[in-house]
T-cell receptor
């Protein structure tokens, strides 16, 4: 059974600081997704990482994938309050060309304080 | 923009009732999914469908069934609701195959079973 673990589960950080969220998974996969969820809202796709060594950046967020270590990281640079949300990673273990059957991590609730 | 619409944001039902959760997407996506989201557990896949009238069990199908009579609509059915089915239910859709296979989510239905 595929397991996807995120840590930390909760992160409170000050504005301007840097931090990293970790996503470990237990089976071979080279497709990993990061989503963001604001309170009371739906999940929004942030990044899709499709190969070993993939790195994607958008604003203050940067995601990377190391398939050999089965690890993805989401790095936050100089956090701002608007980044407060819950972040999920999701792994697609078997790409069949039809429906991706994603397994999600537990989520990391990020709170950026002034 | 892709739009995934869930018919209710909040529902309160009694134990033993039959419950229908409806989801409609407007982007002609082949694939549709139902998840439940619980604190500390992330999102867990209940059922998915990759074509009209086709369905496959996810990780936690017990106590649920689904219906996909039209491409744009995917219904989740709780035949006899129980209190342990109190949760947030999220619907998602994605296009067929393709390299990225991103899933697009609805806003969710928060179901309380009393």
């Amino acid at each position: 059974e595929l397991k996807v673990e995120q840590n930390p589960l909760f992160l409170s950080m000050q504005e301007g600081k840097n931090y990293t969220i970790y996503c470990n998974y237990s089976t071979t996969s080279d497709r990993l997704y990061w989503y963001r969820q604001d309170p009371g809202k739906s999940l929004e796709s942030l990044f899709v990482l499709l190969s070993n060594g993939a790195v994607k950046q958008e604003g203050r967020l940067m995601a990377s994938l190391d398939t050999k270590a089965r690890l993805s990281t989401l790095h936050i640079t100089a956090a701002v309050h608007d980044l407060s949300a819950t972040y999920f990673c999701a792994v697609d273990p078997i790409y069949t060309g039809t429906a991706s059957k994603l397994t999600f991590g537990t989520g990391t609730r990020l709170q950026v304080t002034l | 923009d892709v739009k995934v619409t869930q018919s209710s944001r909040y529902l309160v039902k009694r134990t033993g009732e039959k419950v229908f959760l409806e989801c409609v997407q407007d982007m002609d996506h082949e694939n549709m999914f139902w998840y439940r989201q619980d604190p500390g557990l992330g999102l867990r896949l209940i059922y998915f469908s990759y074509d009209v009238k086709m369905k496959e069990k996810g990780d936690i199908p017990e106590g649920y069934s689904v219906s996909r009579e039209k491409k744009e609509r995917f219904s989740l059915i709780l035949e006899s609701a129980s209190t342990n089915q109190t949760s947030m239910y999220l619907c998602a859709s994605s296009p067929p195959g393709g390299l990225k296979n991103i899933q697009y989510f609805g806003a969710g239905t928060r179901l309380s079973v009393l």
